[in-house]
Nanobody, 123 residues
Framework: QVQLVESGGGSVQAGGSLRLSCAASGYTYCMGWFRQAPGKERMGVAKIYTGDGRALYDDSVKGRFTISQDNAKNTAFLQMNSLKSEDTAIYYC???????????????????WGQGTQVTVSP
């Protein structure tokens, strides 16, 4: 029901930065990103509750990544600083209109996905 278009991936050296964007087609209760590295399961990276701007992060990115939003444009941003080789993955934007799904933020539960964008961090 919610279409997502994401952009901003690329290749950087360790310590560098990238900014991902995700534009939703309409209202969402939350937006965020998952990532999936080769041979690994998809994991939640960050989410933001669009109503009040509350943001939560996986421990692996706390202090380095910042999620924000432009509510007027139904768009979320993920500022990724101090990138590490371990951050290399395909990053998928996700969004939901369900508070329960937003609270769980499980890749098994989310139903609205962006097309994915590759982030490559070289050592």
């Amino acid at each position: 029901q919610v279409q997502l278009v994401e952009s901003g991936g690329g290749s950087v050296q360790a310590g560098g930065s990238l900014r991902l964007s995700c534009a939703a087609s309409g209202y969402t209760y939350c937006m965020g990103w998952f990532r999936q590295a080769p041979g690994k399961e998809r994991m939640g990276v960050a989410k933001i509750y669009t109503g009040d701007g509350r943001a939560l992060y996986d421990d692996s990115v706390k202090g380095r990544f910042t999620i924000s939003q432009d509510n007027a444009k139904n768009t979320a941003f993920l500022q990724m600083n101090s990138l590490k080789s371990e951050d290399t993955a395909i990053y998928y934007c996700a969004a939901e209109t369900s508070p329960g799904k937003c609270a769980r933020f499980s890749p098994l539960d989310m139903t609205n996905w962006g097309q994915g964008t590759q982030v490559t961090v070289s050592p």
